[in-house]
């Protein structure tokens, strides 16, 4: 079946623009997360969505950043304002159903952003 | 909130010799997951180990998980330039919590 789908695969961007990334998670799947990976570096969690319940947003590193998930499935990840240190690639995962032990994460390509 | 701690950061080894990557927590795990990230690509699940003790193969990687659960560690022996790529040990309580990842570089 279809993996972890997520768009742009890349976007340049210049300073102070917004935008908006895409993920669709498997089908079926009620958890979704967004990570940030910086350039040899590891994975930085930024948000949680499991099913209904209210998104963890522990993560996102600052109020120019948020996401949504329109009918639990499809998430978007915005970033106003786009700042250089915003470059990097953004990861989308989806797990059946979030935390359960024995679950395991799928992820997607990513987006490669450039902010110029 | 749950750490999980992974050394070493980078690792360069000769092709045929082994690698062992190391995780540790401060608290009891009731899991732990190890995912490769090959250069360029995504997060791929490799393996969970869920028992005091327990130890797991794929190959020539054995997996280990401590006896108090509290670490946890990826042996591979003979590497090969395929091995190539970051390996994360991640916890899974719910949700997941990423280790900083061992980078493994394999000169042929």
């Known amino acids: 079946g279809a993996g972890v789908s997520q768009s742009p695969s890349n976007k340049v961007t210049e300073k102070g623009k917004d935008v908006e990334l895409r993920c669709d998670p498997i089908?079926?799947?009620?958890?979704l997360y967004w990570y940030r990976q910086s350039l040899g570096q590891g994975l930085e969690f930024l948000i949680y969505f499991q099913g209904n319940s209210a998104p963890d947003k522990s993560g996102l590193p600052s109020d120019r950043f948020s996401a949504e998930r329109t009918g639990g499935s499809v998430s978007t990840l915005t970033i106003q304002r786009t700042q250089q240190e915003d470059s990097a690639v953004y990861l989308c995962?989806?797990?059946?159903?979030?935390?359960?032990?024995?679950?395991?994460?799928?992820f997607g390509p990513g987006t490669r952003l450039l902010v110029l | 909130g749950q750490q999980v701690m992974q050394i070493p950061q980078y690792q360069h080894v000769q092709e045929g010799e082994d690698f062992t990557t190391y995780c540790n927590s401060s608290t009891t795990l009731s899991n732990i997951q190890w995912y490769k990230q090959r250069p360029g690509g995504h997060p791929v699940f490799l393996i969970q180990l869920v028992k005091s003790g327990e130890v797991k193969k794929q190959k020539r990687l054995t997996f280990q998980f401590g006896e108090a659960k509290k670490n946890s560690s990826l042996h591979i022996t003979a590497t090969q330039t395929t091995d190539v790529g970051t390996y994360f040990c991640v916890y899974n309580f719910n949700k997941f919590y990423f280790g900083s990842g061992t980078k493994l570089n394999v000169k042929p």
């Open positions: 995962a989806s797990s059946p159903e979030g935390g359960r032990l024995a679950e395991t994460q799928y």
């Open positions: 089908s079926g799947h009620t958890a």
